[in-house]
């Protein structure tokens, strides 16, 4: 195809490169590095093991040396765009989107349950490093590299030890989902069974509100309840028991690369506060009651309310 008829779309997030979309709209092309071919090939590998993902068409090398990438579009509307157009006044989420989330999660996790991965020692702890990036959390917050935190975080490793590994997507959320599959495995790894999808509408908590809808405890509790369904049937195990040992990896996740640079950026440095209070109430909550509940999680705004600028260091 002609490059002339690509519409961009949207630089890449995490990586260099932008994503362009075909002028019919049936096609997504993506350029970059290395890593976009370590991504499509993994992208390929697991089409074949039939998990719900969009499939490669074409790739090669650019007139000026990048890599591209072209796969088929799985539709127009993301289930996070599908929640922001059908918001009514109403914080929560629509039923369909959260019936719908509930679909897709359980065609992935059926897909990585037919092809379990064989744990080597270690393993769980490389995807608590690397899915918590807990490298980067406890540089930029030196505090919370302690007794406490990691006495927490190796109760959830005993927890999730006999939880079978599979490859997953390592950022799965409502933005990468859409009604036939999963779009966008830059970040994928081996994960315990459940990690990306268990907690796919707690996370949205972490956002602080500023994504303009929740999922309400009822919601939450229907679409686990999907997954468990699922899972029981697929390995004789409710995938929603890990979900607390989740939630507080997904914590580090947000908690990662939050500090900034810029002294001056107020706005940043209450951003990276907020996350920091959210990661220790869930510490709270697991170490007093063994489970995190993200319905006590106070929004952006409510936090900064209690926490004035003249408070800042
Ligand atoms: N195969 C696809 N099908 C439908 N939409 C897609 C597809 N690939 C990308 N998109 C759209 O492009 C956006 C950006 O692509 P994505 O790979 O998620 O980039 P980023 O890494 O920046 O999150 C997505 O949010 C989605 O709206
Ligand atoms: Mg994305």
Not at 45 to 53: E, F, K, Q, S, T
Not at 59 to 75: A, Q, R
Not at 126 to 132: D, I, N, T, V, Y
Not at 256 to 273: E, F, G, I, N, V
């Amino acid at each position: 195809m002609n490059e002339n008829n690509w519409r961009f779309v949207k630089k890449r997030t995490a990586a260099d490169g932008a994503v362009y979309v075909s002028a019919d709209k049936t096609r997504y092309r993506r350029t970059g590095g290395a890593e976009l071919q370590t991504e499509a090939e993994f992208q390929r590998r697991i089409a074949d093991l039939g998990y719900p993902v969009p499939h490669v068409l074409d790739e090669g090398v650019t007139d000026d040396g990048h890599y591209y990438v072209v796969e088929e579009s799985l539709g127009d509307q993301t289930l996070h765009e599908r929640a922001v157009a059908s918001l009514d006044g109403s914080p929560d989420l629509s039923d369909d989107v959260v019936d719908t989330a509930g679909q897709v999660a359980a065609r992935l996790l059926r897909a990585q349950a037919a092809h379990l991965v064989q744990p080597t020692p270690g393993t769980l702890r490389q995807w608590l490093e690397s899915a918590g990036f807990t490298q980067n959390v406890f540089q930029e917050n030196p505090d919370l590299d302690n007794t406490r935190t990691h006495t927490a975080l190796d109760d959830a490793l005993d927890h999730l030890e006999t939880v079978p590994l599979v490859w997953g997507h390592l950022d799965y959320g409502l933005p990468n989902v859409l009604s036939t599959g999963v779009i966008d495995w830059q970040h994928h790894g081996l994960v315990p069974l459940g990690y990306d999808i268990v907690p796919a509408l707690e996370i949205i908590a972490f956002k602080g509100g500023n994504k303009g809808y929740a999922a309400s405890p009822g919601q939450r509790g229907r679409y686990l309840a999907v997954l468990d369904n699922a899972s029981l049937n697929a390995t004789g195990h409710p995938v929603s028991q890990n979900l607390s040992a989740y939630l507080l990896v997904k914590a580090l996740f947000f908690l990662a690369l939050m500090r900034p640079t810029d002294p001056s950026r107020t706005d940043k440095h209450l951003k990276w506060q907020y996350r920091r209070h959210l990661f220790t109430k869930g510490l709270e909550q697991y170490e007093r009651t063994g489970t995190v509940d993200t319905a006590h999680f106070p929004g952006l705004e409510e936090f900064a309310a209690g926490h004035s600028t003249g408070d800042h260091p």
